[in-house]
């Protein structure tokens, strides 16, 4: 029997479709010849400190070094603590029992660093030594399964992917439970101040910026505009003189004569290429800049559309293709001639030669670009349209023409003074007629077809006017700037061609940056205001405590990242985990050393939003890591608000104002006994919180 594992249950249930599997086994779906079965995602995770004898946070534990990791079952929360999640150990044990009877073992977890440690984890845990084969496909249609499983490859073909994976999450448990541990020991104890190998480079960025953002101190300017005319044409050139006060600029503006001098005409010719096809993080940025989604919601719908086999993996960090995929977009081409809003551009586009820029099987990575599947989508909720649509959309602008414009620029000068004007017209829209969109940024919209002009020629001003401008900060992060940020360590740079060659120095990967922030939120970290992401005072004061050492460097984390992407290619192991230990070991220490200081920025320190007990009026309230609780409760209170609600983690944000205020607003993420997620407030009386739906 071949036993094939699949991360999900759904997934499992698609693949056994196809093999026409019914029958329900323990914790599989049989068929003649095959049972599928499924993880529950990290099934097992590496053991905790607990498992190597560091029990409690003392001083003395950190750097805690293992030589070997260990795994454990991953925990569930219970009235007296944790223990092995039950459903989990059972479909362990089913797994096991498959593995002992299974020919052969096919593995089916998503095709990628985090599905290969999912399925490594679980085979390592139940010490299964039976040789494994690897399913490797991009699309879940029937016939990419089909194929996949014609051409399964040697599980060893993807050993150094494992090391990588291996390595990432082995560097996060060193950096993430020293560090974490130290910086609270340090301060305290007061509250958990945790830090991680990538959610520290990021809440630096974030802190930053928001710190730069709001001392910026906003310096006003003015400038003179003229009209001009010829032929019957208005037109206007602004200077390039910038005045600190208005009656500066308007003594300026007296001595404009009412005729200007052309200085010089430049007439070029500009293209811009078409956009590189999307991959996960390129299209989140899209959907939160255009339609406001987190990053965790875009990957939740595209996981859901790639379940429904309406587009390509999505979990891809790459955004080319190569010519076996390339000979299959003409037929994907021809069914979006039946998209509601994309028929036109269909239509245009089968009938020309398609731009091959971007099909380049040296750029694609383990999964080709982000593409739609020669499925036709039947009804869609609105999510779901959001996010089809522009995968859809980016495949036609990918594969059209060039955009061509003529730019104008004209200097003239006037009593010393210079001036320009710039004009614009559009020679062929290529490929922004697919969405018939103009350019995001482009100073030459201003004005479309200039006049004819010559050198030295003079021109009748026909009105002087003052312009009053502001110098402008840079903007608070939102969520799609900060995904863009991430891509290159923080380095800002706009060319799309540009930022895909750095993005091995990235912060995290695609998959990973949408936890990344949810976890920043989660820590009561940074909060979402509007579209910007701000810090809350605890944020800042974390900041404030790591702002020069090197784990808040995103460069260092950028390195790291490569060096992970290095190690799945088949360098050295060894050496980047010896780099990683040193590193623990040498900012614990620092961290512990620095332990008055911390303590005076610790964001629980006395006078800083004091609690009183709602309960005996007495205590003040302290928020420890799995509770809000009394301080007097020696004395008999026994106020406790715990943070895990219905599956949902209060941060300290939710807590407080839940205390403070009697009432939370709606909040997501909490699941029912019966499984089901939902939405709602928390309010406080009489010492008890109750859900307000």
């Known amino acids: 029997m071949k036993v094939v594992i699949a991360e999900k249950h759904s997934v499992a249930r698609e693949l056994a479709r196809v093999f026409g599997a019914k029958a329900h086994g323990e914790g599989c779906l049989e068929c003649p010849g095959y049972a599928f079965t499924w993880a529950f995602g990290h099934l097992i995770q590496l053991a905790p400190p607990e498992a190597y ?73 139940l010490k299964c030594n039976k040789p494994f084969k690897r399913l490797w496909i991009s699309s879940q249609t029937d016939e990419a399964i089909k194929n996949g499983f014609k051409n399964l490859k040697p599980g060893s073909t993807y050993d150094t ?75 206007k050139a602004t200077g390039t003189t910038n005045y600190n006060s208005k009656p500066e600029a308007e003594q300026a503006a007296k001595r404009v004569q009412s005729t200007a001098r052309i200085m010089s005409v430049e007439i070029k010719e500009e293209k811009e290429t078409p956009p590189l096809l999307h991959d996960l993080g390129s299209l989140q940025q899209e959907a939160n800049r255009k339609h406001g989604y987190t990053a965790e919601q875009t990957l939740g719908i595209t996981q859901n559309l790639y379940e429904n086999k309406l587009i390509t993996y999505p979990r891809t960090e790459s955004r080319y293709i190569d010519e076996n995929v390339f000979s299959t977009i003409p037929g994907l081409i021809r069914i979006l ?43 869609f909720s609105a999510e779901q349209r959001d996010i089809y649509h522009p995968v859809a959309s980016r495949m036609l602008e990918s594969f059209h023409h060039d955009y ?70 840079r903007p608070l992060f939102t969520e799609a700037t900060l995904l863009k940020a991430m891509e290159t360590a923080g380095r800002e740079m706009e060319d799309e061609a540009l930022r895909q060659t750095m993005k091995d120095n990235g912060l995290g990967t695609p998959t990973t940056r949408a936890n990344i922030i949810e976890t920043l939120i989660e820590q009561d970290y940074i909060l979402r ?101 009394c301080s007097d409760y020696q004395s008999g209170c026994q106020f406790t608000v715990w943070r895990n609600i219905s599956g949902k983690t209060l941060t300290d944000t939710h807590l407080k104002t839940l205390i403070l205020k009697g009432k939370t607003p709606g909040l997501k993420g909490f699941v029912s006994k019966a499984g089901k997620a939902f939405e709602a407030a928390l309010a406080l009386e009489n010492g008890k919180v109750s859900f307000v739906f």
């Open 53 to 125: 004898g560091f029990n409690g946070w003392k001083q003395e534990h950190p750097p805690m070094l293992p030589e070997v990791f260990q795994l454990a079952v991953k925990k569930a929360k219970i009235k007296e603590g944790y223990t092995d999640d039950p459903f989990i150990v059972k479909q362990l044990q089913n797994i096991k029992h498959l593995f002992n009877e299974a020919t052969e073992i096919i593995v089916a977890t998503d095709a990628w660093r985090e599905g290969e440690l999912i399925f490594r984890y679980i085979y390592q845990y």
């Open 161 to 235: 992917l494992f090391y990588s994976a291996q390595c990432r999450s082995e560097a996060d448990w060193i950096v993430g439970v020293n560090v974490t541990q130290a910086l609270s020991i340090a301060a305290g104890n007061r509250s958990v101040l945790s830090l991680g190998r990538v959610q520290t480079p990021t809440l630096a960025m974030i802190c930053a910026r928001y710190i730069e953002n709001k001392g910026f101190i906003v310096t006003p300017y003015f400038q003179i505009q003229l009209s001009l005319q010829k032929n019957g044409i208005v037109f």
């Open 337 to 379: 001639k039946r998209h509601p809003n994309l028929a036109t551009a269909a239509g245009t586009l089968s009938a020309m030669n398609l731009n091959k820029k971007y099909v380049d099987a040296e750029n694609v990575t383990d999964h080709h670009a982000l593409l739609i599947t020669p499925v036709r989508p039947g009804q």
């Open 404 to 473: 061509f414009k003529e730019l104008t620029t004209i200097t003239l000068v006037s009593d010393s003074i210079l001036f320009i004007a710039n004009g614009v017209v559009i020679k062929s829209r290529g490929w922004r007629a697919v969405l018939n969109e103009t350019e995001e940024t482009d100073d030459h919209n201003n004005q479309g077809t200039l006049p004819a002009v010559y050198e030295k020629e003079i021109l009748h001003v026909v009105k002087t006017e003052i312009l009053s401008k502001k110098t402008k900060q």
């Open 529 to 629: 205001e509007k579209k910007n992401l701000i810090p809350t005072s605890r944020g800042l004061s974390v900041y404030d405590i790591v702002k020069d050492k090197r784990i808040a460097q995103p460069e260092l984390t950028g390195q790291w990242e490569k060096r992970l992407e290095e190690i799945r290619t088949g360098t050295d192991v060894p050496a980047f985990k010896k780099e990683i230990r040193d590193y623990a070991a040498a900012i614990t220490q620092e961290l512990l050393a620095n332990g008055e200081t911390l303590q005076n920025l610790s964001p629980d320190k006395p006078g800083e939003d004091r609690m009183i007990c709602p309960a005996c009026k007495k205590g003040i309230i302290k928020l420890n890591p799995k509770a809000a609780g």
